[in-house]
T-cell receptor, first 115, second 109 residues
């Protein structure tokens, strides 16, 4: 059984489009995250949600909007895509509200390419 | 300069060798994570530690809070250990996770 799943795995789209990436975890975790890994393989936290409540919102353009319909899902919607948005986006989850004090479980990643 | 620095950036080893990857940080931290990113891209959490030492199989992680330094050791390395190893420091002040740039390890048979 997949613990943290993301769809799609690959996403190729034109500049200016709007797209969504979905994430689901079946671990019963309370906290979910979105990370961005750029072309230099540098990971950076974007958002963190605990029980559908936004906990962390890094300095991310407001074209990025996370949505958590329930604590098992955290989707990422991106408006007006730009070339610089091309990256691999990882979803992750962890137990409890303590966030980064607990082990994180990562999804397989979504490779977004903006043309 | 990154607040979290790893060394070396790249590391090659022969199967069976003892490996050490270093992580130094300049901020006060509450905890430190070690992650492994496989060649296929998947990321696995290896350790989360705030003091002392943790061991899991052939992997050992140590941290020295006073010296602001952590090490990841791999004993009896194997080609399947080939991956990028990433340390991430949990900032005490901001509660944010700051990632190092990773160490690419290749173990040859």
């Amino acid at each position: 059984d997949t613990a943290v799943s993301q769809t799609p795995k690959y996403l190729v789209t034109q500049m200016g489009n709007d797209k969504s990436i979905k994430c689901e975890q079946n671990l019963g975790h309370d906290t979910m995250y979105w990370y961005k890994q750029d072309s230099k393989k540098f990971l950076k936290i974007m958002f963190s949600y605990n029980n559908k409540e936004l906990i962390i919102n890094e300095t991310v353009p407001n074209r990025f909007s996370p949505k958590s319909p329930d604590k098992a899902h955290l989707n990422l919607h991106i408006n007006s895509l730009e070339l610089g948005d091309s990256a691999v986006y990882f979803c992750a989850s962890s137990q409890g509200r303590e966030g980064f004090y607990n082990e994180q479980f990562f999804g397989p990643g979504t490779r977004l390419t903006v043309l | 300069k990154n607040e979290v620095e790893q060394s070396p950036q790249n590391l090659t080893a022969q199967e069976g060798e003892f490996i050490t990857i270093n992580c130094s940080y300049s901020v006060g931290i509450s905890a430190l994570h070690w992650l492994q990113q496989h060649p296929g891209g998947g990321i696995v959490s290896l350790f989360m530690l705030s003091s002392g030492k943790k061991k899991h199989g052939r992997l050992i992680a140590t941290i020295n809070i006073q010296e602001k330094h952590s090490s990841l050791h791999i004993t009896a390395s194997h080609p399947r250990d080939s991956a990028v190893y990433i340390c991430a420091a949990l900032s005490y002040n901001t509660d944010k996770l700051i990632f190092g740039t990773g160490t690419r390890l290749q173990v040859f048979p």
